[in-house]
């Protein structure tokens, strides 16, 4: 897992919150008992006058002092939870509040290991700024169906899957790239989606673009430098997170820029070894003429090639809810 310290920090500010909400409260029903439960604040108040006088009877030689304290303390303890429970509140009503008692809201347990909330607040971190969220609940593995696909394109398929499935496999060992190309609805983008959920789910940073988008947030990155400081994070994690998809490629206007931009992207992500999705519904043969040589050398040398064939299986399914 290889958060960003911007990613790693607002993790972080996100338990230090949960502290800061928590003593709130605490302080807020300590108030409330305080002024509402009759004989709440004397019981309290003789906690620290009983403790006072066992540090005199034990600094004068009594070796039975702590005992004395600590049988006197859960005495007057079940005094106040008997008077919060009179007054129709739990007795454990002003005990710390923690929403996860495993780490007390810090993200470490004691031994300094990240608590398993911790592991939960990268990947929900991690869901939000994939920008796939509602994409993934419904385009994953639990999801995945072959009974689209007949013949050549069935083999084709099931191949894709596999080859998708070994590159979970092997994430973590090994760096490698995948492209998908060939006609438009036959599952490039769906398997692309199966790959995120999987590697977000196991706490990999994974970031999605279309290509119309990757390229708007390139050009702004480049030229519009009022908005160069708040785009900057964005920017910088193309270039770093564990797994990039760019979608649909070949779907945006294509100049020198975007050529220039879109090799430096990739070449970046390949000199750092980050793994890279890339979908298209063009031939190998367009992609080659839409796009540099050297852009084509990279992939071809780089990548995994799959070949996606078939029916458009999003006009399938439309085609079979009209009928209903």
């Not at 760019?246 to 430096?264: A, H, K, P, R």
Request: glycine share 6%; aromatic share 12%; hydrophobic share 35%.
């Amino acid at each position: 897992m290889a958060l960003t310290n911007f990613q790693y920090d607002l993790i972080l500010r996100g338990f230090e919150e949960k502290q800061r909400k928590n003593r709130r409260l605490l302080e807020e029903r300590t108030a409330y008992v305080l002024s509402h439960v009759k004989g709440y604040r004397e019981l309290s108040d003789s906690v620290a006058s009983v403790s006072t006088s066992a540090g005199k009877r034990l600094l004068s030689g009594d070796d039975h002092a702590l005992d004395k304290l600590r049988d006197m303390l859960r005495e007057l303890s079940a005094r106040k939870g008997k008077l919060l429970e009179d007054a129709g509140l739990p007795a454990d009503y002003l005990n710390p509040v923690w929403e996860c008692p495993d780490c007390r809201d810090t993200g470490f347990t004691e031994n300094g290991v990240k608590c398993h909330c911790f592991r939960q607040a990268v990947i929900t971190l991690l869901y939000e700024q994939s920008g796939i969220r509602e994409m993934l609940e419904n385009e994953n593995f639990s999801t995945l169906s072959y009974d689209y696909y007949a013949g050549e394109d069935l083999s084709r398929f099931k191949n894709t899957v596999i080859t998708c499935r070994n590159f979970i496999s092997h994430f973590n060992s090994d760096y490698h790239n995948l492209f998908f190309y060939g006609t438009v609805g036959t599952g490039k983008s769906f398997l692309s989606g199966c790959v995120a959920k999987e590697l977000i789910d196991s706490g990999h940073p994974v970031i999605y673009f279309s290509a119309s988008g990757l390229f708007d947030l390139l050009a702004r990155a480049k030229f519009d430098y009022k908005s160069l400081e708040d785009l900057r994070g964005e920017y910088e994690d193309l270039f770093s997170c564990d797994l990039l998809i760019i979608d649909d490629l070949g779907t945006e206007y294509t100049n020198n820029l975007v050529n220039s931009e879109l090799f430096s992207l990739i070449n970046e992500r390949h000199l750092k070894h980050k793994a890279t999705i890339i979908s298209t519904n063009l031939s190998l043969e367009d992609f080659r003429n839409r796009y540099s040589d050297r852009i084509f050398s990279r992939i071809t040398s780089n990548y995994e090639i799959c070949k996606l064939t078939g029916p458009d299986i999003r006009m399938y399914k439309k085609r079979l809810e009209n009928r209903k």
